[in-house]
């Protein structure tokens, strides 16, 4: 598990074909081998990924309450779970449902009367539904499917960063800081649609970075079999990696829009790295070879496949007469042609009122706070607040706050510079994918914030947290150096790295009781306020 081989060298790509002595380690500098054994590279992050999950299931259900949103979701999920969409709920619902109560929907005598509007994609509402449906219209029931999303994305962040470092060590420490971050804590553990988004657009990623090895392996194959008289290269096949990573970017769009700018920064992001695995085996035309044999299926599976994963997120509605919007009876009274083109009429038609409500969305609110201030964490949501008598002080306060671990932010927004710098100096790959990925969560909310002055808030940044702690993973990586390197600059690299994962630990473990809902006096809970702004 030592990090023995981290930083790998890019490879230079030459501008002529590769001299008969560099042929020797052409695979190995297309492809570094994967150090350490395969055995520990699964039970190292798997071990992490444990360790996560039991922090997010213990007192799941605690607060036995309906925190922030959830009013919204926890109810479509149950709708969606028992009618195949969103349905209009009664006025008191929340405390139905808090009593046991899940006769909770609206009885309308018209089959559409009580058709509920909503904003968001289906697919983390069909999620929160199962868990409903398994354990039951509580707490606990509507936050469990997030708490295993949210420990699975452990396992697989530890997983990409191994792969990306080769270091089974990173790729834990990787796994052990997500563990530890406090937005995706208290998100892991309460119904909203972001930890959804989160771990879809992370799950993309990891497929594109592994469809990236498994690219250069077969590049490899054929360089050492090629005709001379071939200028383009090869054929890659249908690479069924990608293909993942399409499916899973579909699915995070179809559980939140904003997974679309995503799906455009990997998009280019893969087609970048077929340019410059091209050019890495000599190759005298690779972006001719790249654009004939790589973008157009590129585009299939990065571009439109998730736009078919979107509509079919919507079956239950196509399927349904009770769905908003849905004109079931104009659609149902002609052949099946006529339906289909009604239906589909009818399901743009709702798509672009959705478009129109999240353009149109600048309603002020008391935790909304401005995608310049997330790096921050200048105001984070007060996703529960009680002031409870139970706590053996004259004041007391029971939260669930949603903000990050300081020392994890404020040591990424620095190695996120540190990435720019090293970009600019070397290419290196991994600092661009870790950078673009940040960017494309962040970046664009700048536009909706200036532009269209609309409310947003600091979970919205939840997509970016992986690639905040990538780049931390990265710069540690480089504090640490190569096994080669002198001795006691390793001894000092680690010692930074390891001084800063300690000081993560110790901060979560100070947030831990206003992230967790554990009863404090209100003393402990104020002086956990960074900012007067978190009050």
């Not at 077969?218 to 090869?234: N, Q, T, V, Y």
């Not at 669930?400 to 040591?411: D, H, R």
């Amino acid at each position: 598990m030592a990090v023995t081989d981290f930083p790998y060298q890019a490879f230079e790509e030459p501008d002529q074909g590769p001299s008969t002595a560099s042929q020797v380690s052409l695979r190995d500098r297309l492809v570094p081998p994967m150090p350490g054994s395969a055995w520990w590279g699964w039970i190292g992050p798997i071990a992490v990924a444990v360790f996560g999950a039991v922090l997010r299931f213990t007192r799941l259900g605690t607060p036995h309450s309906v925190v922030f949103d959830e009013t919204y979701y926890a109810k479509d999920a149950w709708a969606i779970a028992k009618y195949g969409v969103e349905r209009q709920f009664v006025d008191g619902a929340d405390k139905l449902m808090l009593s046991g109560n899940a006769n909770i929907f609206k009885t309308c005598q018209q089959v559409d009367q009580c058709a509920n509007y909503v904003v968001h994609p289906p697919l983390g509402k069909w999620l929160i539904g199962l868990g409903e449906l398994i354990f039951g219209l509580d707490p606990f029931g509507w936050r469990f499917a997030t708490a295993v999303i949210g420990s699975l994305s452990i396992l697989i962040l530890a997983r990409v960063a191994r792969r990306m470092t080769r270091s089974t060590l990173l790729g834990c420490l990787a796994g052990f800081l997500l563990s530890l971050e406090g937005l995706h804590f208290v998100l892991s553990r309460t119904a909203l649609l972001d930890i959804f988004v989160m771990f879809w657009v992370l799950a993309g990623f990891a497929c594109l970075v592994v469809d990236r090895d498994r690219m250069r392996e077969r590049l490899a194959d054929w360089h050492e079999s090629r005709s001379e008289g071939d200028e383009f290269g090869p054929s890659l096949g249908l690479r069924p990696w990608r293909l993942a990573a399409g499916l899973c970017l579909g699915a995070a769009m179809a559980s939140k829009w904003t997974a679309v700018f995503f799906i455009i920064g990997f998009l280019l992001l893969t087609i970048f790295w077929d340019f410059g695995a091209r050019r890495a085996v000599g190759l005298r035309r690779p972006y001719a070879g790249a654009f004939l044999r790589d973008v157009p299926l590129a585009a299939g599976w990065v571009a439109a496949l998730p736009g078919v994963v979107y509509v079919v997120s919507f079956t239950g509605w196509f399927l349904s007469a009770k769905g908003y919007g849905r004109n079931w009876a104009e659609a149902t009274s002609g052949g099946p042609l006529h339906f289909v083109v009604d239906s589909l009429h009818s399901w743009f038609t709702y798509q672009w009122q959705v478009l129109s409500f999240h353009e149109g969305l600048d309603a002020t609110h008391p935790y909304q706070s401005q995608p310049w201030q997330w790096p921050l964490l200048l105001r984070p949501v007060a996703f529960f607040y009680e002031s409870p008598t139970n706590c053996g002080a004259s004041s007391c306060s029971w939260a669930v706050l949603g903000t990050g671990t300081p020392v994890i932010w404020f040591g990424g927004a620095a190695a996120l510079i540190a990435m720019i710098a090293w970009y600019v100096s070397t290419r290196d790959w991994r600092a661009g994918a870790v950078l673009l990925a940040y960017g494309a969560g962040w970046l664009p909310w700048f536009y909706f914030a200036i532009v269209n002055h609309r409310t947003m808030f600091l979970f919205y940044a939840l997509p970016m947290v992986p690639f905040m702690i990538l780049a931390i993973v990265l710069a540690c990586g480089l504090m640490i150096g190569r096994g080669d390197a002198r001795p006691s600059r390793r001894v000092v690299g680690t010692v930074f790295a390891g001084g800063f994962v300690l000081l993560a630990l110790v901060n979560f473990w100070w947030l831990y009781p206003i992230l967790s809902a554990q009863i404090v006096p209100y003393d402990e809970w104020h002086a956990r306020m960074l900012f007067t702004s978190w009050i």
